[in-house]
T-cell receptor, first 114, second 112 residues
Framework: AQSVTQLDSQVPVFEEAPVELRCNYS??????LFWYVQYPNQGLQLLLK??????LVKGINGFEAEFNKSQTSFHLRKPSVHISDTAEYFC????????????FGTGTRLLVSP | NAGVTQTPKFQVLKTGQSMTLQCAQD?????MSWYRQDPGMGLRLIHY???????DQGEVPNGYNVSRSTTEDFPLRLLSAAPSQTSVYFC???????????FGPGTRLTVT
């Protein structure tokens, strides 16, 4: 069975500063990796996904993530954050076989202040 | 397209009551899932369906039932509500090899 660890429950950052949200996973088989964002009182929205190919994945709103197989990591980065990026971010994995059973991390709350 | 819709948005139940959370999607997706979200625990899969007439259990299925009679609808039934089922419930759908799950806006349930 796979699992996902998000090491930081909360990350405070000033507007226009860079940010990295960390995600590590464990799995005995190959996986696909995702980052979802949840704005207050809303559902989840896909930011980006890694299925195959280039290990650097670009998503919406200027976010990107890098798949590192040797370190089993999929960290999310943005070079300059905005107040509107304040939200909760979830890393998730799916085994690349069978049903699309997403396994989520516990989430990281990004707090952007002026 | 409305995407994934969920009703109600809020619900308060007394212990022992039953109710059904509704979920519908208009994207003709074959896969549908129910998750619950609890503080500090992320989202956990309750039940899922890979097509009409086919359902299976996820990580936390106890106390919940599902059925899928049509491609569009995937209701979640609480048989006898307990305070431990106080949570935010999300329905999601997806298709084929896209692996992207589309989430509804959620139902906030409180059991007293």
């Amino acid at each position: 069975a796979q699992s996902v660890t998000q090491l930081d429950s909360q990350v405070p950052v000033f507007e226009e500063a860079p940010v990295e949200l960390r995600c590590n996973y464990s799995s005995s088989v190959s996986v696909y990796l995702f980052w979802y964002v949840q704005y207050p009182n809303q559902g989840l929205q896909l930011l980006l996904k890694y299925l195959s190919g280039s290990t650097l994945v670009k998503g919406i709103n200027g976010f990107e993530a890098e798949f590192n197989k040797s370190q089993t990591s999929f960290h999310l980065r943005k070079p300059s954050v905005h107040i509107s990026d304040t939200a909760e971010y979830f890393c998730a994995v799916i085994q690349n076989t069978g049903f699309q059973k997403l396994v989520f991390g516990t989430g990281t709350r990004l707090l952007v202040s002026p | 397209n409305a995407g994934v819709t969920q009703t109600p948005k809020f619900q308060v139940l007394k212990t022992g009551q039953s109710m059904t959370l509704q979920c519908a999607q208009d994207m003709n997706h074959e896969y549908m899932s129910w998750y619950r979200q609890d503080p500090g625990m992320g989202l956990r899969l309750i039940h899922y369906s890979v097509g009409a007439g086919i359902t299976d259990q996820g990580e936390v299925p106890n106390g919940y039932n599902v059925s899928r009679s049509t491609t569009e609808d995937f209701p979640l039934r609480l048989l006898s509500a307990a305070p431990s089922q106080t949570s935010v419930y999300f329905c999601a759908s997806s298709y084929g090899r896209s692996y992207e799950q589309y989430f509804g806006p959620g139902t906030r349930l409180t059991v007293t």
